[in-house]
């Protein structure tokens, strides 16, 4: 059984371009039915095991995506495919490594470990042609001087 692409390229070579025009077409047809849009991100739920659970019935009697089942839910599809792969996020367990982390995680943040505060404040910035705060100006690496030649 051949490829998608495979048979494209052999649509190609047999220089049948009318046929590449209909699959283009119906490549377009199917983008924009697609339920849910590439790429699209949101603000997470916290995981629950009552959550990792849910995933894990969605993912067994559903015919969804995994992209499907974390739009539905709320929550990151790299979180899903946690659940179903590795069954993680499936116990209330306060030394699990994913609470571990998320304690710790959340530990910094209330320490402000590694947020930076601004210097200066907001709204100061250089004027055309400056740098802020006496740095030199960087030069668009890709464009030449004569001087470099």
Same mark, same amino acid.
């Given at each position: ?32 039915? $697609?339920?849910? &849009?590439? !790429? /699209?991100?949101?603000? %997470?739920?916290?995981?629950? #095991? ?51 982390? $998320?304690?710790? &995680?959340? !530990? /910094?943040?209330?320490? %402000?470990?590694?947020?930076? #505060? ?32």
């Amino acid at each position: 059984m051949a490829t998608l692409k495979e048979f494209e390229d052999a649509l190609r070579e047999q220089g049948m371009h009318m046929a590449l025009a209909i699959l283009e077409r119906l490549r377009e047809r199917d983008r924009a039915k $697609r339920s849910i &849009a590439p !790429a /699209r991100r949101l603000t %997470g739920r916290k995981m629950t #095991p009552d959550l990792a659970r849910t995933i894990l019935e969605m993912h067994g009697t559903t015919n969804m995506t995994q992209q499907e089942i974390a739009f539905q839910l709320g929550v990151n599809q790299g979180r899903v495919n946690e659940v179903i792969k590795r069954g993680k996020w499936l116990s209330d367990d306060p030394e699990a490594p994913e609470q571990v982390a $998320r304690e710790k &995680a959340l !530990a /910094r943040m209330d320490r %402000g470990v590694g947020v930076k #505060p601004r210097a200066g404040g907001r709204g100061k910035r250089a004027g055309k042609g400056q740098e802020a705060e006496g740095r030199p100006k960087r030069r668009n690496q890709a464009q030449l001087d004569l001087g470099d030649l």
